[in-house]
Nanobody, 125 residues
Framework: QVQLVENGGGLVQTGDSLRLSCAASGRTSEVAAMGWVRQSPGEDRLFVASITWSGGSTFYADSVKGRFSISRDNTNNMLYLQMDSLKPEDTAVYYC??????????????????WGQGTQVTVSS
């Protein structure tokens, strides 16, 4: 099992920045990739960004490309999402997620094996 705990959400204004963090613990050796997925009220969970754990290849949704940056710290089992130039449409609960080795993975999907509890990001206009 892998446990994920997010931090860093909050209420900001349009154009502000936020940095989300996610601490992974447990059987982190089985993690092949991690990502951020967000969910707005009444909507499905949507892919935001992902990263392969060993090689560090990154992938972004078109809606956040150029504004958000995903990164990881393998040594400390941390995942980050730097969010700049935030917009009201970025308002959502943001989830950290992890995918294990041994199964196919869609880098731009929302199919993960482990999930954090989510952190609220609210961007006011």
């Amino acid at each position: 099992q892998v446990q994920l705990v997010e931090n860093g959400g909050g209420l900001v204004q349009t154009g502000d920045s936020l940095r989300l963090s996610c601490a992974a613990s447990g059987r982190t050796s089985e993690v092949a990739a991690m990502g951020w997925v967000r969910q707005s009220p009444g909507e499905d969970r949507l892919f935001v960004a992902s990263i392969t754990w060993s090689g560090g290849s990154t992938f972004y949704a078109d809606s956040v490309k150029g504004r958000f940056s995903i990164s990881r710290d393998n040594t400390n089992n941390m995942l980050y999402l730097q969010m700049d130039s935030l917009k009201p449409e970025d308002t959502a609960v943001y989830y950290c997620a992890a995918r294990s080795y041994g199964s196919s993975w869609n880098a731009r999907g929302s199919d993960y094996d482990y999930w954090g509890q989510g952190t609220q990001v609210t961007v006011s206009s």
